[in-house]
């Protein structure tokens, strides 16, 4: 299965990705059980994935057949962030996009930098068959990526639940896109990705999906608080929002 099917309203399950060792405690369970009861109003906006009229202009602009991107909504990007990523490309023609999450957004970036350049692509994803399935996907539209199985491993820092096991990555990044992993780990589990933040040059940008979500909206006052250098701002673009941070110094 690969994004371009229909899905439904919650990401794929990880459980049986966990390693061994690590076991989520029960207050961490109750914990994400009540972030979910406060995000159906999110959650639900997020099954239209956008305008039929927008994502056909998106499609065309990367000149991919209209039905390329057949299903959006759910846990997919919506066509609010893929345009963002599509903008942004366009306007710094990045050299190395860094992803975090495989999926549509994959596609969409892909074609994206073949347009704008013809910068590298290296994505992680937690599941091993969705990454060979969306691998196989963009290369039947002639779209070339990196895009990596990562095993989970216990967040870093003080970040809760889980975290990729990224393997070696370029000394710079210029873009760094973050999709993944999904709030049913833990609301704040994409906080981790600061560990990355180093690696963006001066100009730099990292951009958040769902930045309007109550959980990323902690994790942007913590990157705020931690990250002066950085100046972050959340677009409402799309049904779930982006936060989007760009490095000053």
Same mark, same amino acid.
């Given at each position: 299965?690969?994004?371009?099917?229909?899905?439904? #309203?919650?990401?794929?399950?990880?459980?049986?990705?966990?390693?061994?060792?690590?076991?989520?405690?029960?207050?961490?369970?109750?914990?994400?059980?009540?972030?979910?009861?406060?995000?159906?109003?999110w959650?639900?906006?997020?099954?239209?994935?956008?305008?039929?009229?927008?994502?056909?202009?998106?499609?065309?602009?990367?000149?991919?057949?209209?039905?390329?991107?057949?299903?959006?909504?759910?846990?997919?990007?919506?066509?609010?962030?893929?345009? #963002?990523?599509?903008?942004?490309?366009?306007?710094?023609?990045?050299?190395?996009?860094?992803?975090?999450?495989?999926?549509?957004?994959?596609l969409?970036?892909?074609?994206?930098?073949?347009?704008?350049?013809?910068?590298?692509?290296?994505?992680?994803?937690?599941?091993?068959?969705?990454?060979?399935?969306?691998?196989?996907?963009?290369?039947?539209?002639?779209?070339?990526?990196?895009?990596?199985?990562?095993?989970?491993?216990a967040?870093?820092?003080?970040?809760?639940?889980v975290?990729?096991?990224?393997?070696?990555?370029?000394?710079?990044?210029?873009?760094?896109?973050?999709?993944?992993?999904?709030?049913?780990?833990?609301?704040?589990?994409?906080?981790?990705?600061?560990?990355?933040?180093?690696?963006?040059?001066?100009?730099?940008?990292?951009?958040?999906?769902?930045?309007?979500?109550?959980?990323?909206?902690?994790?942007a006052?913590?990157?705020?608080?931690?990250?002066?250098?950085?100046?972050?701002?959340?677009?409402?673009?799309?049904?779930?929002?982006?936060?989007?941070?760009?490095?000053?110094?």
């Amino acid at each position: 299965m690969t994004s371009r099917a229909k899905t439904s #309203l919650l990401p794929l399950a990880d459980s049986d990705l966990w390693p061994d060792e690590l076991r989520r405690s029960l207050s961490d369970k109750l914990f994400t059980i009540a972030f979910g009861a406060i995000q159906w109003p999110w959650l639900l906006r997020s099954l239209s994935g956008g305008k039929k009229a927008d994502k056909a202009r998106l499609m065309a602009d990367l000149s991919l057949a209209p039905d390329a991107l057949p299903n959006l909504g759910s846990w997919k990007a919506d066509t609010g962030y893929l345009s #963002l990523i599509v903008e942004r490309i366009a306007a710094s023609r990045p050299r190395t996009v860094v992803e975090l999450g495989t999926g549509a957004s994959s596609l969409v970036t892909g074609a994206a930098l073949a347009k704008h350049g013809g910068g590298q692509l290296i994505s992680f994803d937690q599941h091993a068959g969705f990454v060979d399935a969306t691998r196989e996907w963009l290369s039947e539209h002639g779209i070339n990526a990196d895009l990596r199985a990562a095993p989970l491993v216990a967040a870093p820092g003080d970040w809760p639940g889980v975290w990729y096991d990224i393997d070696a990555l370029p000394d710079q990044v210029d873009l760094l896109l973050i999709d993944g992993p999904p709030w049913t780990i833990h609301p704040y589990v994409r906080g981790a990705a600061e560990t990355l933040f180093d690696r963006l040059p001066v100009g730099g940008v990292v951009m958040l999906d769902d930045g309007a979500r109550p959980g990323e909206r902690v994790v942007a006052q913590r990157w705020r608080r931690r990250w002066p250098n950085f100046r972050f701002e959340l677009v409402n673009r799309g049904t779930k929002g982006t936060l989007i941070g760009q490095r000053l110094s």
